[in-house]
């Protein structure tokens, strides 16, 4: 079963001065196992959509559910937080427990999952995000270097093997490096467990390389829900939102009025690659 | 948890928003003084005439000014509570019981929570006129000639600035933990005193963390700007009494010597 957003709107500090809408009339379905990606300029209310898929934030209006759980229920959002795992933008500063261990532990634990088990999923989760066990397990959080405290607080959510993973820009402040590492780790986690995952990016290339279908928001509204292919054939639209497209989909472009017949919908590098090598031999 | 406004401040450009700074804290102390000198329930009439007139002259909603008074409503119930039981006193009003309510206990009780709230509702007035920043600024300058004595007077108003403008920072962050925290399962909420303030913990200690690090970061940037302390700093709005201060000032003043020369007269 799906997480369903149903016309939810989002008012900040309704009927005073301040007052503003982050998100208005937005109906969107994560579907079990998809990922999905998040676009749209700063401010667009990415982050705000976000909360609501696990109930951190409710809608001034509409309604929103995940697999069957009605979110404004209090009961029902504790329960959708076993399965919404939620990663925040600069995950690292949450960590807080004096080793890497306990601090992995935190939401297992929280979950009320048993001793023996959480010492099994925090090794799991260690080893998924590529901190050997054996050598972090002692390690005091504070100590690890900036890119190993990002994987540290993203085994803290694996941990909780949730059945839906939200990233808020997982890549943030990332170099490339770190940027490939998190993507094929995201990959992995998916071929793992089957997890739907749905991802806050600014760099268009992630997204291309691994979304499944594309939100897009602008000023609080969602603009075009859709495969990949669609949402890059529009060029125009989303630089007009401010958006960029894909490195690949930017060469095909060009190409394209250059005269080269490059078909249409083209926006993942290794497609354009394969084109390229046969067009040219 | 974020829409904490920070102190009361209620922007404006009245003639008393633009009163110097300096003045309004002298005056906030003479008026405070002036409350004090009060010795006849009566005579309380002038200081609410005063606060009245402020108001009325900074332009602010008569429900601002009482907003200040609300978190003092317990107090103020269990002053007057307390003088009304037990002032000793000779005409009895009213008997409940065994407790006895006489007249002395009534104009004492009446007396003391007059003063409160004249106390507190003038001396906001203060705060809701002056900008955090210009109060600062105005706390070194009165504070300047105790720095021949040692007394950091500049210090103390540069930590005063840079403590005001990271509240709202800090209380962002904190909600942004908290929010982080929650989504891994942490319960807030439930459980006893003790329970609910080790679950504290997971946001206490990244926020101590982020402090920290945020500290050592100003004070790096501080210091590549060649921030090197109160000497020979100038200001960009230098502060100068004007004639408005003057005339604030005398009229307290005469207020104050009313309040003297009418008790006297008794």
């Known amino acids: 079963m799906p997480i369903i957003l149903e016309n939810i709107s989002y008012t900040y500090m309704p009927k005073s001065h301040m007052e503003q809408v982050a998100l208005s009339n937005i109906s969107l379905t994560v579907n079990e196992g998809e990922f999905l990606g998040i676009i749209g300029h700063t401010g667009s209310g990415k982050s705000t959509l976000l909360q609501h898929m696990n109930g951190l934030m409710q809608p001034s209006s509409g309604r929103v559910t995940v697999d069957g759980l009605d979110l404004s229920l209090r009961k029902a959002r504790i329960e959708a937080r076993s399965r919404v795992g939620l990663v925040f933008q600069y995950p690292e500063y949450q960590l807080f427990e004096e080793t890497v261990y306990k601090d992995v532990a935190f939401g297992p634990r929280n979950l009320g999952v048993a001793e023996s088990e959480i010492q099994e999923r925090v090794e799991e989760a260690l080893t998924l995000v590529g901190l050997a066990p054996e050598l972090f397990v002692e390690k005091s959080p504070f100590d690890l270097s900036g890119g190993e405290k990002r994987r540290a607080a993203l085994a803290g959510i694996f941990a909780m093997r949730p059945s839906y993973l939200l990233l808020d820009e997982p890549m943030a402040g990332l170099d490339p490096s770190g940027r490939r590492a998190v993507i094929a780790l995201l990959q992995t986690l998916r071929a793992k467990t089957g997890c739907a995952i749905v991802m806050i990016s600014h760099f268009m290339d992630d997204i291309a390389k691994c979304a499944d279908r594309i939100a897009v928001l602008r000023k609080g509204t969602l603009e075009m829900a859709d495969t990949p292919e669609r949402v890059f054939s529009n060029p125009e639209a989303l630089l007009k939102m401010g958006l960029d497209l894909p490195q690949a989909a930017k060469l095909s472009l060009e190409l394209q009025k250059r005269g080269m017949p490059v078909p249409n919908g083209i926006y993942k590098e290794e497609d354009i690659k394969r084109y390229l090598v046969e067009a040219l031999s | ?266």
């Not at chain 2, 006129?129 to 500049?154: D, M, Q, R, V």
């Open chain 2, 1 to 266: 948890m974020t829409n904490i406004t920070l102190g009361q401040y209620f922007p404006g450009n009245s003639s008393i928003h633009r009163l110097d700074p300096r003045t309004k804290i002298l005056l906030m102390l003479l008026y405070i003084v002036l409350v004090f000198l009060v010795r006849d329930l009566w005579l309380f009439l002038l200081p609410l005439a005063f606060v009245g007139f402020v108001t009325l002259l900074a332009q602010i909603p008569l429900l601002y000014v009482l907003r200040s008074l609300k978190p003092l409503q317990f107090l103020l119930i269990f002053m007057f509570i307390i003088n009304l039981f037990l002032t000793a006193g000779e005409t009895v009003l009213l008997t409940i019981w065994r407790i006895r309510i006489t007249k002395e206990a009534l104009e004492q009780a009446v007396f003391i929570s007059s003063r409160l709230v004249l106390l507190v509702g003038g001396t906001s007035l203060m705060t809701l006129t002056t900008s955090p920043i210009s109060l600062t600024a105005g706390l070194e300058l009165l504070l300047k000639p105790f720095s021949k004595l040692g007394f950091p007077s500049h210090e103390l108003a540069m930590m005063m600035t840079i403590a005001l403008r990271f509240i709202p920072t800090l209380m962002e962050e904190a909600d942004k933990i908290k929010k982080a925290q929650l989504a891994r399962g942490a319960d807030f909420e439930s459980g006893n005193l003790i329970a609910r303030a080790k679950s504290m913990i997971p946001i206490l200690v990244p926020l101590f963390v982020s402090a920290f690090r945020r500290a050592d970061e100003l004070a790096m940037a501080m210091e590549s700007r060649c921030y090197h302390g109160g000497e020979g700093r100038t200001r960009m709005n230098v502060l100068r009494f004007k004639p408005a201060d003057a005339a604030a000032a005398a009229l307290l003043c005469s207020l104050g010597l009313a309040i003297v020369l009418l008790q006297a007269g008794h």
